[in-house]
């Protein structure tokens, strides 16, 4: 796990120096920082040793002959048996790490060879004789890769931040901070400025010496809604338990000690009760809320901890320690994401970095296997119900009753809302406005100047965002949505960012493509049918898991923002960050519409003021680091 950095010049010439941007990935890779230059390219790389922590793995690395040079950020898990089949075809091997095979296989297969790839990555590969750059993304956007292009260069980073060395006009894209208004995350390949895009999932982009670029997507989804698995429900529940287990163990190859996230719920304990059959002295990590019981979920995770006799530690974090971490969290940002989950991610990945290198994680399950609470909204919208007209009637009564996060009451009420709410919808539109906090047009009314012309072109990439959710489609049309949209763009970048920030890596084994893959081949009654959501995960795996997991309500990662607010987080609201004369000097918002906001905020029918608050916050920090002068 590492980060790379790297600039290409179409025309032989200057070389850059890529000693500032390496500095900028030191949490990414803080053991060992090198750099290749030659007079078409510049190539860096700051590594964290996970396998073959000796000198021989680092990075840029060359194969024997000198021709070919590789910097990788990731794992390939299944590097042990394409080691073999390469030896077995002639390929000579120096040292025992992931990378090597990954360059060799290059070599021998091309970019074919990523189809045999078991793992996440992005990487670039030189060829000093053609003079050619290849670069690509593993299949499910794990790991990130950003892009900048102009005339002279192309260079591309783990992280934003690698980039902002270069000199190149830095310029906010409007229609980026629109959408990032409603979703509180930017979804790819566009990015906060305009000069720099996302390399999508499952994509890789060839770049040759003569200036031609070839992107291409060497991966999609096989969904295909009209044919499905002919499996019996209980054939497909072993055949997914076989993938989990195999998929687990694979990710617990590493040459550092190696943990897991547990949160309680179903998906890491998952993972857990997998990993615990190949690794009995798993160590698992959880964290609480000492200071708002609502949010904390430990008591679940401490029952699997139990049952599996893992060594378990729970990190109860208190508003204090919270607000110590603030700063260095939103400093972490080098481009406005505004999931207050991250916060305790980034807590527990700092913790947990202490006693592990290596965190198994959760991830995905909610994704594959329609386990969001908008999912089971998605599947009662569609059956026509009495309840339906009763709740499409009531809209207007329903927006009365309080509303907030910070009470299972409120929250009702809140969602019962946005229900309604959704019912008055097309499908497409409506998967937005669950995936949101705040209408387009409740975007373009806090935006100074914000026209006709932007919201033209605002609405032209929703609706491309969107356009796997067809009007009469199937359910899962929802759950490729979330997984070109939500999965790489909020929970993988938060994940990923989260635990960087504290040099640690962290493994997602449920997002094993042949996982993905299998989900997306299930019927969807398999995954729900109307009265629970990752139904086939749950009925899998119910027999070893404890049974108060399965009857639990749902509830999400979250943090008790609303609280924060109103104590330690006031002061940045109303004397810094959303004072009205900051907001009016820095001339992007509108006054009115934030100090309406912020009243919404601190009355007591705040609704998702406490997310818009946020994502301002996140938005004012960064942009008074990289742009108030």
Known sequence: MCGIVGIYRFKTG????????????????????????????????ARLSIIDTSNAASQPMRDASGRYLIIFNGEIYNYKS?????????????????????????????????????????????????????????????????????????????????????????????ISLHQYLQLNYIAGPATILKQVRKLLPGHSLSIDKHGALIEEAYYEVP??????????????????????????????VADVPLGAFLSGGIDSSVVVSNAVKYKPDLHTFSIGFADAPYFDETYYANLVAKKFNTQHTVFSLSNDEMFANLHDILDYFDEPFADSSAIAVYILSQKTRKEVTVSLSGDGGDELFAGY??????????????????????????????????????????????????LKMNAADRYWRWCSFITPAQASSMLLGFGNTQNAEAEKRRKAIIEVVKEEGAFDDILLADVQLVLPNDMLTKVDLMSMANS???????????????????PTAYKNDGKQGKRILKDAFRSQLPEELFSRPKHGFEVPLLQWFKT?????????????SFIEEQGIFDVTAIADIKRRLFSNNPGDAHAQVWGLLVFQYWWKKYFKR
Request: no cysteine; hydrophobic share 40%.
């Open 14 to 45: 200057n070389v850059h120096d890529l000693g500032e941007s390496l500095q900028a990935l030191s949490k990414r890779g803080p053991d060992h920082h090198e750099q290749f230059k030659d007079a078409r390219v510049s190539l860096g790389h």
């Open 82 to 174: 394409l080691k073999e089949d390469l030896a077995g075809k002639g390929m000579i091997f120096h040292n025992d790490s992931d990378t090597e095979v990954l360059l060799q296989g290059f070599i021998h297969y091309g970019k074919s060879f990523l189809e045999k790839l078991i793992g996440f990555f992005a990487f670039a590969i030189y060829d000093s004789r053609e003079e050619s750059l290849f670069i690509a993304r593993d299949r499910m956007g794990i790991k990130p890769l950003l892009i900048f292009q102009n005339e002279e260069m192309i260079a591309f980073g783990s992280e934003m931040k690698a980039l902002f060395p270069l000199p190149f006009p830095k310029e906010i894209d409007l």
């Open 223 to 252: 969904y295909d809604a009209n044919h499905r698995s002919a499996l019996s429900y209980e054939d497909a529940q072993q055949t997914l338990r076989d993938l989990i287990d195999e998929s687990v163990k694979l990710r617990l």
């Open 373 to 422: 609470n908008k999912h089971n909204a998605e599947f009662r919208s569609r059956s026509g119900s009495l309840f339906n007209l009763l709740v499409k009637t009531g809209a207007p009564l329903w927006s009365l009753f309080p509303q907030s996060r910070s009470s299972s009451l409120f929250n009702r009420f809140r969602q019962l809302n946005r229900y309604a709410d959704g």
């Open 504 to 522: 640690l890596e962290v493994r997602v084994p449920l997002l094993d493509h042949r996982i993905v893959n299998f989900a997306f081949s299930l």
């Open 568 to 580: 330690g987080l006031r002061s940045m609201i109303e004397d810094d960050l959303l004072k009205d």
